[in-house]
């Protein structure tokens, strides 16, 4: 599997990460040759087979829905970059679309 | 530096030896604190163990474990016992960051839950331990800050991810340190430092408090210099915890580690011992181990993991996969770094993400993107836990001709710093033994085999999911008849 440089483009956009000058080449030429790697899955049979998401057997657990003590809300926004009024800051999320 | 040998040197020593002296009143944990401080000033300058210390906190933990001792009440094998935690676990009031700049100046809110039990039992906690950045790399070389180096050489790479704690132990600059296992960060740090590494079920320590790489994968255990070391920190971080939903309630039961092994079955799989790279001194080492472990009255038998060399592959969808989820909470907006100048909202995730993930991160988070993005699911994501599925019957099916499996834990020495750096697929490989072990879910032990030419092997042991008495009752066993005691690197 070849990932060509649109679809570094696409995969970074998707995954919000920055990429500076000559990245798209660099991570198209080295995520090539993992998933070249990785092709080998297809060589396995798992028609019959079940996906498995988690090793060890789980119920789900349940309690009852009750105020307990937590942090407060100056401890749990105390390592905002940016913060008003005990809220986190953000800019404006209407804006066009950047791809 | 205090001679090789120095029996009394309490940075050399087991938590079963300190924890005598300590109740013997021999030696205080201020004085227990004093050396190791001394020892981390005069070494961690070249090996870099330490992305941050927190003597003040030490300080105040040793006193208070010194007056528990004085009084005898709240004493516990840990008590004024010197630890190192990796920079992943959330520890309340001290800088955390995963290894990563993105979290640079992250002052923990509270502690992980492995952290509040180490806390509560009076262990001393002497800093935060450097780390490929997220727990993703085999060598520390992806720490956002700066690599770690091997304490018995010190151009070589100590391993990774868990590096720091494993360089710390291995150094004499803790007694015993916390780190993580998703690939083999723990095992494959510990073979490559000479000191015993054990990751147990998935689920039986709380991940609560861990910042996540891959949620299904994470594991958490100690580092230390003797088996029964192992088994005091992990009887201390293991059980139930209600803040994980993942972490099980089952009683863990070590009463047994002390048996011989006579009689019992060990499995070496043919896969296992002949993967590519396999170094000749690696084999050789390997063979002494299992000779003595014969020894001992063990049986060795033939067994195969017929989807070995599949593992890696899977690997490499199933955890970019999960980490490329978890980690979109770093968007630079609730903590660590962020871009002042964005004007957008968007541009602030991107600038933040670019500037704050190192090379390896930013790889991963597009492979596990592509892999769940539309169109490539089935093809990767939901083929990989196909084979996964396939990877935990091999050992399933395994177990039933074993009791346990014994092989090398890393097909390499410890290698030189850089040498691998640029090549992401050659790193990889260096978890190939490991990887399998977190697949399945299963207890991991490495413990020192003996040296290939000074530099230090691992011998791995899996036992079945929720049978960690079994690989440390082989790994006690394996100690006791090799004669092979705890060495410091000898810096």
């Not at chain 2, 192992?230 to 863990?252: E, K």
Request: proline share 6%; net charge negative; charged share 25%.
């Amino acid at each position: 599997m070849t990932l060509s440089r649109d679809q570094v483009r696409h995969v970074a956009l998707l995954a919000r990460l920055g990429l500076r000058d000559g990245e798209e080449d660099f991570y198209a030429e080295q995520l090539s040759r993992i998933l070249d790697h990785i092709d080998r899955l297809a060589e396995v049979d798992t028609e019959a087979i079940p996906p498995t998401a988690q090793v060890v057997e789980v119920r789900n657990v349940m309690r009852a829905d009750e105020p307990r003590p937590s942090l407060s809300q100056e401890q749990a926004i105390g390592n905002a970059p940016v913060a008003e009024g005990g809220f986190l800051v953000v800019r404006a999320i209407q804006e066009p679309d950047p791809g | 530096m205090s001679p090789a040998g120095d029996a009394n040197d309490p940075t050399r020593a087991t938590i079963g030896d300190l924890h005598g002296r300590l109740r013997r009143r021999e030696i205080s944990a201020v004085e227990l604190l004093d050396a190791h401080e001394k020892r981390i000033d005069a070494l961690d300058g070249e090996v870099r163990a330490y992305l941050r210390r927190t003597p003040e906190l030490a300080r105040r933990q040793a006193e208070e474990a010194d007056r528990r001792l004085a009084s005898g009440t709240g004493l516990h094998p840990l008590t004024g016992i010197p630890v190192a935690i990796k920079d992943i676990f959330c520890t309340e009031g001290v800088e955390t960051t995963a290894g990563s700049r993105i979290l640079a100046g992250f002052v923990s809110p509270y502690d992980a839950t492995a952290v509040a039990r180490l806390r509560a039992a009076g262990a001393v906690f002497l800093g935060m331990t450097n780390c490929d950045e997220f727990a993703m790399g085999s060598s520390t070389e992806n720490s956002g800050y700066w690599p770690t180096h091997n304490p018995w050489d010190l151009s070589r790479v100590p391993g990774g991810s868990s590096g720091g704690s494993a360089a710390a132990v291995a150094a004499g600059m803790a007694t015993f340190s916390i780190g993580t296992d998703t690939g083999g960060s723990i095992r494959q740090p510990a073979a490559l430092t000479g000191t015993v590494g054990f990751k147990p079920t998935y689920g039986r320590v709380s991940r609560y408090g861990l910042i996540a790489f891959a949620s299904s994968l994470d594991h958490v255990g100690p580092f230390t210099r003797s088996v029964d070391d192992c088994a005091t920190v992990l009887s201390v971080i293991a059980g139930h915890d209600p803040l994980d939903a993942t972490c099980f309630d089952r009683s863990l039961d070590l009463s047994s580690i002390g048996d011989s092994i006579r009689g019992l079955r060990l499995g070496l799989p043919r896969e296992y011992f002949e993967v590519d790279g396999m170094e000749e001194g690696v084999k050789r080492s390997v063979a002494q181990a299992l000779e003595v472990l014969k020894e001992a009255g063990a049986e060795l038998v033939q067994v195969s993991l017929p989807h070995t060399d599949y593992g890696l592959a899977a690997y490499y969808i199933v955890a970019p996969a999960e980490c490329s989820s978890n980690l979109a909470r770093f968007d630079g907006v609730k903590y660590g770094l962020h871009d002042p100048e964005a004007t957008t909202l968007m541009e602030n995730y991107f600038n933040t993400r670019r500037e704050g993930f190192g090379p390896e991160v930013r790889r991963r988070l597009m492979l596990g993107t592509y892999a769940l993005s539309s169109g490539y699911y089935d093809a990767y994501y939901l083929k990989a836990m196909k084979v996964r599925t396939l990877i935990k019957r091999d050992f399933e099916e395994a177990f039933h001709r074993c009791d346990a499996i014994v092989s090398a834990t890393s097909p390499t020495v410890a290698f030189k710093i850089g040498e691998k750096a640029s090549d992401p697929l050659a790193m990889y490989l260096c978890d190939v033994l490991t990887l399998g072990g977190d697949l399945a879910g299963l207890p991991g032990l490495s413990l020192p085999a003996p040296a290939a030419d000074g530099l230090p092997v691992g011998l791995q042991v899996l036992s079945p999911q929720f049978r960690e008495d079994l690989a440390l009752r082989v790994g006690r066993a394996y100690e006791m008849a090799s004669g092979w005691t705890a060495e410091v690197a000898p810096q």
